[in-house]
């Protein structure tokens, strides 16, 4: 029984997707769950994985092709079977756009994204994302009985308007044991549901991957990275000398549909948002101190980020008005600090979120950015995860830079510079003393915030960053 | 231990009780001189006299009513019903006299009275004679209902379902009477209200009780042999149902399966699913599966009949999807 493959969705939003490469050719045989192909999103790229195992019989998009959500990519099947036909009727079924739901005593020949849907009325909207990524031809029809109860079944699963999965109570009891966003967790049940095993697979692999990723980290400081001055500058050096060997060539390259997502919206909100900055430079003496002291007994250690990101939601609290959103007729309060920050990738950068930060303990916020960091590098966030963010942190303090400014990340309307931390020469009373400090740099939008109020939140942020225990109050 | 019949087991238990209490008394459809439809009762007649053994005319709401009138006299009678098909006829007595009246009456009154007989599929018995009717007693307040699935349950529910001060519904099984299982050789009472493990697991919960726990132990075999550890919880009491034990149980494994062979609607199984679905939810990492009978009429056509009912591998196939590991 030959299937086709469709391209599918996988943000609520997504109508196309580039197939970035496949990883599988024409008569190869896969199993369920192998990767068949990679395929460019917004800013991911995933893998797509085979609903089950076959041959593969016909690859119909190529690589490099745009297909639309819902279009055949490829057929899988058993050797010999005819994959012609297969594309011909997901085709036929396809163009005849069902908006009238088939009668339910009809065979049930192909189940396309837009037919998965039969209970749903003819007036009722089809849920954004479509539960039912590949057709099935040919499905044996269950051996009803009339008018009995167990043969029903249901087949509309409306997609969760969060883009949260739908999860086991289980697994999200386990879940929260691990300290583990579910969000983050790929659902191996029907329609995508996370399942106690998913759970448990995510939790000994973020285990495993945390300590591993912790080195790589340039972007997002997080163990002894907050390092002195002298240590960060030998840190720029060391990248510095290998990449100019090798990195003078002339050659274009295209741009890859995440390159070209940077292009677009940080071009757009630069010209389209009136930035302007406001400055501080921050005395991080007790805030390391109380982070060193949290930090003792701890296997590992809690990131500068987390309490960075933990205080600036305390500050973002007392000022409403920074947290909101551009929406051209209106500004839109935002009713909750989503964090997000910008972790470097090659090639790009990404923001994963961290929701709700106001809400959250600084250890909670670690174990969300231990993660979500990790996955961001390896390209397999979830577009709920970096969309969305009410505020951005970008921190380039490990790169030893003093201080810099950032482009705002829509729909935010402000975003935060972290430069180094390092020893200053400052006045205290009437004496000149070494303090760590960090230089912090408000990028907003003037459209939403206003002079005054970007420096009070500054102003605010600084003393909290100062004196973190008013943080708690 | 004794082995002894499922069929031995309930006469045993008959039989200790007529001679440790003169009140108790059999009746029903030739109960005496023919030793029973089925043979449970054989040789009570010739030991206890027509006096305490006695056969009543073909008129069960007749003498299910008389049964009730004497349990409110003093006496503790036994009432079988040839099969639950045919006790419909009483239900009048059972349900607004029996189950009433120790309520009704301010608790002056008790009903201390048993109503046994094979309940569900035998084979070849078409659509009036295999009925599966625990929801019919399981339903009403102030009755008892009990359903042993071996002979040792048998021998020890219906001497607690005898000497209970309230009516008691003991549903037994046509297929089960020539069962063979070790009872204990000194006398045992087996408490109404307690389920019993049958089968110690960690994967994953199967509830069941009377004969489809056969099923359940058959799957949780084969499961096993896929490495799969399968935990059967017996219920034996279905009323009141055991809820600590099928909840510890399910707050183990996180997956539960649930048996019945009954219909589907409004079935001991299904309320049994939707405890577990609301005290366990945050151990569920799957829906609870029903197993039960098709929500037809008994064909009588045996494919067709063996085919509607529950059996192991539907067990299993329920089972691997609680599991998530259906192909």
């Known amino acids: ?473 | 231990m004794a082995t002894m019949t499922y069929r031995e087991a309930l006469n045993r238990a008959m039989d200790e009780e007529m001679a440790r209490d003169e009140s108790v008394v059999l009746m029903g459809e030739e109960v005496a001189e023919y030793d029973g439809a089925y043979k449970v009762s054989r040789g009570l007649l010739a030991k206890y006299g027509d006096g305490r053994v006695l056969d009543t005319p073909i008129t069960e709401l007749g003498f299910t009513g008389l049964g009730v009138g004497a349990a409110i006299a003093g006496m503790r009678p036994i009432v079988e019903w040839m099969t639950h098909n045919f006790a419909l006829l009483a239900l009048d007595q059972v349900v607004n006299e029996a189950a009433k009246l120790r309520h009704m009456s301010g608790g002056r009154l008790s009903v201390p009275i048993v109503f046994r007989g094979p309940n569900g599929p035998a084979e070849y018995l078409s659509s009036q004679h295999s009925q599966a009717l625990a929801s019919y007693w399981v339903h009403v307040p102030g009755l008892r209902v009990v359903s042993p699935s071996n002979p040792a349950d048998a021998y020890g529910l219906l001497k607690s379902a005898i000497r209970d001060n309230d009516p008691v519904v003991v549903l037994e099984s046509e297929l089960l009477y020539g069962d063979k299982g070790e009872v204990p050789d000194e006398e045992t009472l087996v408490p109404i209200g307690k389920a019993a493990i049958a089968r110690a697991g960690t994967d994953v919960t199967i509830v069941a009780f009377g004969r489809p726990v056969k099923y359940a132990l058959e799957a949780a075999a084969i499961l096993e042999q896929r490495g799969i550890s399968a935990e059967v919880v017996d219920l034996r009491s279905l009323r009141p149902l055991d809820e600590d034990t099928i909840m510890a149980s399910v707050g183990k494994t996180g997956r539960a399966v649930v048996v019945d062979e009954s219909w589907p609607a409004a079935s001991v199984g299904a309320y049994v699913a939707h405890r577990i679905a609301s005290e366990r939810f945050d151990s569920l990492d799957a829906p609870v599966e029903f197993v039960s009978s098709e929500d037809v009429p008994m064909p009588y056509n045996h494919a067709l009949e063996l085919a509607v009912q529950p059996s192991a591998s539907k067990i299993v196939a329920a089972v691997l999807r609680a599991l998530y590991l259906e192909a």
């Open chain 1, 1 to 473: 029984m030959a299937i086709s493959i469709l391209m599918t969705a996988l943000s609520p939003t997504m109508q196309d997707g580039v197939i970035a490469e496949w990883l599988v050719a024409e008569g190869q045989t896969v199993k369920a769950g192998d990767a068949l192909c990679e395929i460019e999103t917004d800013k991911a790229t995933m893998p797509y994985e085979s609903p089950r195992a076959g041959t593969i019989l016909k690859i119909i998009a190529p690589a490099g092709h745009k297909a639309a959500v819902g279009e055949t990519i490829a057929v899988l099947g058993k050797p010999g079977e005819d994959w012609q036909a297969i594309v011909d009727k997901a085709q036929a079924a396809s163009t005849a756009a069902p908006a009238v739901p088939q009668p339910p005593a009809a065979p049930l020949p192909t189940l396309s994204t837009q037919s998965a849907f039969p209970a749903l009325g003819p007036s009722a909207h089809p849920p954004a994302i479509p539960v039912q990524v590949f057709s099935i031809q040919n499905a044996d029809p269950a051996p009803a009985i009339p008018g009995t109860q167990t043969s029903q079944t249901y087949t509309d699963h409306p997609a969760l308007p969060s883009g949260q999965p739908p999860s086991s109570p289980l697994a999200r009891a386990t879940a929260r044991e691990h300290r583990l966003d579910l969000r983050g967790v790929r659902g191996s049940g029907p329609h995508g549901r996370v399942v106690q095993r998913d759970v448990l697979a995510a939790a000994s692999n973020a285990q495993a991957a945390v300590p591993a990723t912790m080195p790589a980290t340039h972007m997002i400081p997080t163990q002894g990275s907050m390092a002195p001055r002298n240590d960060a500058a030998a840190a720029i050096s060391r990248p510095a000398r290998g990449a100019l060997r090798s990195g003078l060539r002339d050659k274009r390259v295209p741009l890859s549909k995440m390159r070209s997502i940077i292009a677009e919206r940080l071009g757009a909100s630069w010209t389209q948002a009136p930035h302007f900055f406001v400055r501080a430079a921050v005395d991080m003496e007790r805030l390391l101190e109380l982070r060193a002291a949290v930090n003792e007994d701890r296997e590992r250690p809690v990131s500068l980020n987390a309490f960075v990101m933990r205080i600036t939601a305390a500050a973002l609290e007392r000022h409403p008005g920074i947290n909101a959103s551009w929406e051209g007729d209106a500004i839109r309060y935002r009713p909750a600090a989503d964090i997000g920050l910008a972790v470097a990738l090659d090639g790009g950068l990404i923001t994963p979120v961290v929701r709700a930060c106001e809400r959250k303990g600084v250890e909670q916020i670690d174990a969300e950015l231990a993660d979500l960091v990790p996955r961001a590098r390896a390209g397999t966030l979830f577009p709920a995860e970096y969309s969305e963010a009410s505020f951005t942190i970008s921190n380039l303090g490990s790169s030893g830079v003093e201080e810099f400014t950032a482009i705002i990340n829509p729909p935010g309307s402000a975003i935060l510079a972290l430069g180094a931390v390092s020893k200053e020469a400052v006045v205290r009373g009437d004496a000149i003393v070494a303090r760590r400090t960090m230089r912090i740099t408000l990028s907003s939008d003037h459209r939403v915030i206003d002079g005054a109020a970007a420096a009070a939140f500054v102003g605010e942020l600084k003393a909290l960053l100062e004196e973190p225990a008013r943080a708690l109050l």
